[in-house]
């Protein structure tokens, strides 16, 4: 499949390390304003990179993990029994507090929250929707433990990764944001991910990122040099960053990513 990914990637055996050196890097997410923002979740801080300088964007995280921007341009964070959005001018706001131990988020076009619940337990792991008006509810219970959620880019599927269960599961979402007819679309040991404009999946992966296409086919791999976590659109949506424990990487693509915000 090497010549599916030569139309995908700009070197489909390369990977550009942009920054290093820290604890547990992870939920990066492109600013239209041109920098990145990612976790340092061990460290307790959302870092910045920007122009290849990286800076602290915000201390006592609250360990956070996956993270996002809505169509405002407010950052979302998952933290560690919370998710919040940070307003323009600083403020936090709590959009959804209990026993969460939240893994990943992304926000939908009707202004639904998405964010996946990597709990100890089974149990007690799930899928969450944060509706417009504010509700917090389960929407899905078939992962073992949540990791990653993206959405399709006619944001009518949502794909999540089941870390332990070593799946990636999609859904059709309902008019009211609601998921029905989860099944699964690959099996792969996943953590984070995303889908660009074409339908193809990208997959944070053990050592590598994969890419299946929109109906379950693997692609092929990239090798990343460090066990990646997450990766994001950057650029314009163009170029998939990937945050991976020490280190930040960029694959440079030849397709744009899927818009969410």
């Known amino acids: 499949m090497r010549g599916e990914l030569e139309k995908l990637m700009a070197s489909p055996a390369a990977s550009e390390k942009v920054a290093g050196g820290f604890r547990f890097a992870q939920g990066p997410v492109f600013s239209r304003r041109g920098y990145l923002l990612f976790s340092d979740s061990d460290a307790g801080r959302i870092m910045k990179w920007e ?4 800076s602290v964007f915000r201390e006592n995280s609250i360990g956070s993990s996956g993270l996002t921007f809505d169509h405002q341009g407010r950052l979302i964070a998952c933290e560690r029994g919370r998710v919040t959005r940070t307003e323009k001018d600083g403020k936090i706001i709590v959009l ?3 026993p969460y131990a939240p893994n990943d988020v992304v926000y939908a076009i009707d202004g639904s929250i998405y964010f996946s619940e990597a709990a100890s337990t089974p149990a007690s792991s799930a899928i969450y929707q944060i509706t417009r008006q504010g509700a ?3 929407v899905s219970r078939n992962c073992e433990l949540p ?3 993206a959405l399709a880019p006619n944001q009518q599927k949502l794909y999540a990764s089941d870390m332990q269960g070593r799946k990636i599961w999609v859904y059709e979402i309902a ?16 953590k984070g991910l ?3 404009e074409m339908g193809n999946v990208w997959i944070a992966a053990n050592q590598h990122i994969a890419v299946f296409d929109a109906h379950g086919q693997r692609l092929g791999e990239t090798p990343i040099p460090e066990d990646p976590s997450n990766c994001a659109w950057g650029d ?3 170029n998939l960053y990937v945050t991976a424990k020490s280190s930040v990487y960029r694959i440079e693509t030849k397709v744009n990513g899927t818009r969410t915000y």
């Not at 122009?51 to 990286?54: I, M, N, P, Q, S």
């Not at 008019?175 to 996943?190: I, K, N, P, S």
């Open 51 to 54: 122009e290849g300088k990286v």
């Open 96 to 98: 959804a507090v209990g």
């Open 136 to 138: 917090v509810r389960i």
């Open 147 to 149: 990791g990653g959620v």
């Open 175 to 190: 008019g009211d944001g609601t998921l029905r007819g989860g099944h699964v679309f690959a099996e792969v040991q996943a």
């Open 194 to 196: 995303k889908t660009d």
């Open 236 to 238: 314009g949506f163009r």
